[in-house]
């Protein structure tokens, strides 16, 4: 792990400007940068860069981030590879945290397994490119099933000889340890003597995210009944199967600026396709989704097609991981390729645009393609029918994202349709499959949590439920005024607020007695970590937040930030003198925030005030309470003047 020390000698030498403007042409309007937005298709520059803040902002799309997170977005980068790509720019040296003995192990053997990959895989393009065997058998296969040469480096194909240990002799002879070899997959021992494991065969490298090598498919060439048609990598410290996506490293871009990303099988899928101009596509390996799988693609988009072979085995293999997908809030399509053809051979036969045209035609709704295959078979048999209902309820269900919400009414129409069922016993039939899977949830996590507590579920989030009694207008209303506390405490809070005090500790003592009414757990995490920071003697800043690791928290600080307060540099033209900031009445801005605070909390001890009246009390009692109530009144009243006039509900 990186240590902080270094982290904040990163932080120290970012210049968003320097970064970003690497990656999108930028343009100097007032005191910010305008250039055309990267994550999506404009005419019109609406992509704003904050030198002064350090972030940026899209008004088109809505996209914003800090310097980091704008390379976690655009290169798909993970937070610390973002930091190692950084480090690397600025030359900054990385020292990393003390690991134990096994981590550190862990950590110096895939090091190693990257390093020997990496020679693997020019070895192997070597060969295919430059020897005479190499060109005769395997460069004419890739050429035969129609690859140029330039996909054929821009895939770093290769192609390993017949030889027994021809790739073994030469690893051994550059020190490369035989253990590694052995790990890697790429040399096996047999009698004693290191064999090449994938002789005869085109090799496909597989990369990670950021374009390292991590394993290998190996192809065989000559038919031979006992040999398997692939070999892969074994799963080792860097190499695990269910978490790749083959081509994910150069689809990447292509997904995040289509917002879609094409699912296929085989590596000669993705390849003839990315050939043909269409390059938003990934394959599986010919193994089933898995959870990680849909995760890496959810980080590109929502929008997933999966398309597979229109026969019985590529429909069953379509439908495998459909639970999975929903549960991650995808949007998930499908389209069978006619015909017995295959992604590969059909867009050979018909060409890019015709296949672009093809798959948007053809996409069809998971969710109704699988009731409509299921109902096939069910044919007329009642009890089936009846299973169908079940399972289709079930896989609803399962869409239970508070944002998905009307997705899952809408599929309880369509599919109570073409059932000829009742819509509301099919809406009944799916709730109790939610209520069954929050049961399960809620039990497991009494089981893992301490006594007491409680997981932060969408509630502790500060997301409304249905039956609040607030509107949703007032909720925003309030955590706009909450930013606005955290703002102040950010951006002034080692600023000093009086001779013995500063800003940060007059609105961490002011502020103890709110954090009842804060919604937002997330705001309150910001005060908390703010706190034990400032009373360790650090002297925490907005930056601190906007780069940290915690990315909830970073995007949070990144959307507290945001460009309303720029002046025009056109009001110089119209008006003299120095224009006051907020910068310059910071103190003002503190004041504020705390009064909207305080307020509420008045409101809130005056609606506790007035339920107590309602019950039975003494006459001694009774007029305790109505001079409480005449107190609090008048300190609502004494706010209120000092902000102006407010409706409060």
């Known amino acids: 792990m990186i240590s902080q020390q270094t982290i904040q000698q990163i932080l120290s030498r970012i210049d968003i400007i320097e970064i970003v403007g690497s990656f999108v042409r930028l343009k100097k309007r007032g005191t910010n940068y305008l250039g055309l937005c990267p994550f999506h298709n404009e005419k019109s520059p609406s992509f704003t860069v904050s030198p002064v803040k350090e972030i940026y902002k899209c008004f088109g799309c809505g996209r914003s981030g800090n310097t980091i997170s704008f390379l976690m977005e655009h290169e798909k980068y993970s937070y610390a590879e973002a930091l190692r790509w950084l480090a690397a720019k600025y030359n900054v040296e990385i020292e990393e945290k003390e690991l134990s003995p096994e981590l550190r192990q862990q950590q110096q053997v895939a090091d190693s397994l990257y390093i020997l990959n990496a020679f693997a895989q020019k070895w192997f393009h070597d060969i295919l490119l430059s020897s005479e065997e ?125 917002d879609e990303c094409l699912l296929v099988e085989g590596y000669t899928d993705v390849i003839s396709l990315h050939q043909a101009g269409v390059e938003n596509v990934v394959a599986s390996g010919g193994t089933s989704l898995t959870v990680d799988q849909l995760r890496l693609i959810k980080k590109y988009t929502n929008h997933l097609t999966i398309i597979y072979d229109g026969d019985g085995a590529g429909i069953k293999a379509a439908l495998r991981g459909l639970d999975m997908a929903l549960e991650e809030s995808l949007d998930v399509k499908l389209v069978l390729i006619p015909d017995k053809e295959d992604p590969d051979s059909y867009v050979r036969k018909v060409g890019a645009a015709a296949f672009r045209e093809f798959v948007a035609a053809a996409k069809k709704d998971f969710i109704l393609f699988q009731l409509e295959v299921a109902l096939k078979d069910a044919a007329g048999d009642t009890n089936k029918r009846a299973e169908v209902v079940g399972q289709v309820a079930e896989t609803i269900a399962r869409i239970n994202k508070a944002e998905d919400f009307t997705k899952r009414q809408d599929y309880i129409r369509q599919c109570a349709e073409i059932l000829r069922i009742e819509e509301a016993g099919l809406h009944a039939l799916v709730n109790k499959f939610v209520r069954e899977r929050i049961a399960k949830q809620e039990s497991k996590a009494a089981a893992a949590s301490p006594a007491g507590e409680m997981p932060i579920g969408e509630e502790g989030m500060g997301i409304p439920v249905p039956g609040e009694e607030e509107s949703l207008n007032l909720l925003f209303k309030h955590e706009q005024n909450e930013r606005g506390m955290i703002r102040s405490l950010l951006d002034f809070g080692l600023r000093p607020w009086d001779e013995n005090s500063s800003v940060a500790e007059y609105i961490l003592s002011e502020s103890a007695d709110f954090y009842d009414l804060i919604d937002n757990r997330r705001l309150i995490k910001i005060l908390d970590i703010y706190k034990a920071w400032y009373e360790e003697g650090l002297e925490p800043t907005v930056k601190n937040f906007l780069y940290h690791e915690d990315q909830e928290l970073s995007t949070l600080a990144v959307s507290i930030m945001d460009f309303n307060d720029e002046l025009s540099p056109n009001w110089k033209e119209h008006f003299e003198g120095k224009i006051a900031t907020r910068d310059d009445l910071y103190k003002e801005d503190v004041i504020s925030t705390l009064r909207y605070l305080k307020l509420r909390k008045i409101k809130r001890l005056m609606e506790e005030n007035q339920q107590d009246l309602s019950r039975p009390h003494t006459e001694e009692e009774q007029m305790v309470l109505l001079q409480t109530h005449l107190h609090l009144k008048q300190l609502e009243k004494d706010l209120l003047l000092h902000l102006g006039t407010v409706i409060v509900k």
């Open 134 to 258: 190499g060109q005769d058998i395997g460069l004419s296969y890739l050429r035969e099933r129609g690859f140029n040469d330039d996909t054929i480096r821009k895939f770093q194909l290769g192609y390993s000889p017949e030889s027994r240990d021809a790739f073994a002799k030469a690893a051994l002879t550059a020190q490369y340890n035989l253990e590694y070899l052995q790990k890697s997959g790429l040399v096996v021992v047999r009698d004693e003597r290191p064999v090449d494991n994938y002789r005869g065969r085109i090799i496909f490298p597989i990369h990670n995210q950021t374009g390292k090598t991590i394993g290998f498919g190996a192809r065989i060439i000559k038919s031979n009944d006992r040999a398997p048609k692939y070999i892969n990598t074994p799963e080792n410290e860097i190499y695990v199967k269910s978490k790749i996506l083959y081509g994910s490293w150069l689809a990447r871009q292509a997904i995040d600026k289509q």
